[in-house]
């Protein structure tokens, strides 16, 4: 079976930030793995941007060379929105 994933990537960053047992699910075979039967096809990305804090000013640089990197892999569509 073809099978679409959607992922919120806002709540997956801080998810990541607080430490919290979550894995790189786009970078790995996390998704295909938990969809053994299925034809993964597409991985659909949810974000917002975020904003430079006085307490980190290069947090919209990091996100935007994740954003950067994840839209080198064919099957990912990044759907954003300013914050």
């Known amino acids: 079976m073809d099978t679409h994933v959607y992922i ?8 990541l930030l607080r430490r919290t047992p979550t894995s790189d699910l786009i970078s790995n075979t996390s998704v295909t793995s938990s969809c053994r039967r299925n034809t993964v096809r597409k991985i ?12 980190d000013p290069d947090q919209p640089s990091r996100q935007f060379a994740y954003l950067s990197a994840l839209a080198t892999l064919p099957r990912v569509e990044i759907n954003s929105a300013p914050s």
């Open 8 to 15: 919120d990537g806002f709540n997956l960053y801080y998810g």
């Open 44 to 55: 659909y990305y949810f974000t917002a941007h975020v904003d430079a804090r006085p307490y």
